[in-house]
């Protein structure tokens, strides 16, 4: 038994996706070697999407169900949580799988597990320390340390994290593993474009970008190609969809939206905030291309997404997109709207078309070895 513990996040939406899709990925395993899997959320309401898949495998328990015993049986159980800490066994997982973020608050619950594997996705932090607080890069170091102190298997999103890591703390001794997990798209065929698109009120040709307005996540550069674009009299239209919330630089969106007005950019920008999953996908399926501008990820979901729907992309040139290898995109580097730009045209003039022969099957199946591998291990 593989007991995830999920604890939802409003403002990373990517660690749900990242979750769901692990589970789905197992479901691309033969019969007998699925790993029956447990998924543990202190919120039952967080199952909403969980219910969906479709695993014969999973079960679904939130602190509620746990405790939902009568009186005294609710009192034994919160002694033994407290006094005998027996954790996750009780629900019957033999390995646990945890975002690094939140094991240190639940390590009592963790203590008799066969295995703790903990999952760190990247170390932004390390790579553009400009866009942390000096005490959230403190609060994680404190954490990665205590991860390499207990001793617990560590699983990085790509190889690019994974050395990151090794750089940062040389001394690690834990084992190590690279799961690079794939997207399963929810069924999003039978959504009318026509209703998506006057529901959102776009109705014209457009490239789409989505992501979390976070600085890391660096819109402004596409603003700045746009700039340039007008200079040579093209006027490409971009939609952009993703919370408009940065917790780390709160001004962030401010400005994004400051440099639209000031620049004159209205008619070609539309901005729809965060918008239902299956709206997005519908979007990005309709769009010219995708542009993926980011200055770091640890493995980027948008990326995946698109080679999942055997979808273009204008994408930035940094080392984890070059390791993901979506087979149908045009590179140019983060920092420069004027490659940006030049990759637009581009992609105006004729764009890039997926090869025939690319089976996304072949990578889900390919990630789902790599996940069962290091449960085995």
Not at 41 to 66: G, H, M, N, T, W
Not at 226 to 250: A, I, S
Not at 251 to 259: D, L, Q, R, V
Not at 343 to 362: G, M, R, W
Request: hydrophobic share 40%; charged share 20%.
């Amino acid at each position: 038994m593989i007991t995830f513990y999920y604890q939802p996040n409003a403002n990373w939406i990517a660690e749900s996706y990242y979750y769901l899709n692990t589970i789905r990925t197992l479901s691309y395993l033969r019969d007998d070697e699925r790993p029956a899997v447990l998924v543990y959320c202190p919120d039952e309401s967080a199952f909403v999407e969980f219910s969906k898949i479709k695993y014969p495998e999973l079960k679904l328990v939130s602190r509620k169900q746990v405790f939902s015993q009568g009186f005294f049986d609710r009192v034994l159980n919160k002694l033994r949580i407290k006094v005998f800490t027996p954790g996750f066994r009780n629900l019957g997982g033999t390995i646990g799988y945890f975002s690094y973020g939140v094991l240190d608050s639940i390590r009592p619950l963790v203590q008799n597990l066969d295995k703790v594997i903990v999952w760190i996705p990247d170390l932004q932090e390390l790579v553009l320390p400009e866009f942390f607080s000096s005490e959230e890069i403190e609060r994680r170091k404190e954490i990665h340390q205590k991860i390499i102190l207990q001793g617990n298997e560590i699983v990085f999103s790509s190889d690019s994290a994974r050395k990151d890591f090794i750089n940062a703390y040389p001394g690690a001794q834990n084992k190590m593993h690279i799961y690079h997990f794939s997207s399963i798209l929810p069924e999003h065929n039978h959504v009318s474009f026509s209703a998506i698109k006057a529901k959102y009120s776009v109705h014209e040709s457009y490239y789409f970008a989505p992501n979390q307005f976070w600085a890391h996540k660096n819109q402004l550069v596409i603003l700045k190609a746009l700039l340039l674009l007008r200079e040579q009299g093209l006027y490409p239209k971009v939609v952009f969809t993703g919370k408009q919330v940065d917790l780390r630089n709160p001004g962030y969106s401010n400005e994004i939206h400051s440099f639209i007005s000031e620049n004159n950019l209205n008619d070609q920008v539309k901005i729809l905030g965060f918008i239902d999953r299956i709206d997005q996908l519908v979007l990005m399926k309709a769009s010219l291309a995708v542009i993926q501008p980011s200055l770091f990820e640890g493995w980027s979901t948008v990326v995946e997404d698109c080679k999942a729907m055997g979808k273009s992309i204008i994408v930035s040139d940094i080392n984890v997109h070059r390791e993901q290898d979506h087979p149908a995109a045009r590179y140019f580097s983060p920092k420069d709207p004027k490659q940006l730009a030049d990759a637009i045209t581009a992609d105006i003039s004729s764009q890039i078309e997926f090869p025939v022969s690319y089976l996304y099957d072949n990578q889900i199946v390919k990630s789902a070895n790599e996940i069962l591998s290091i449960f085995k291990a």
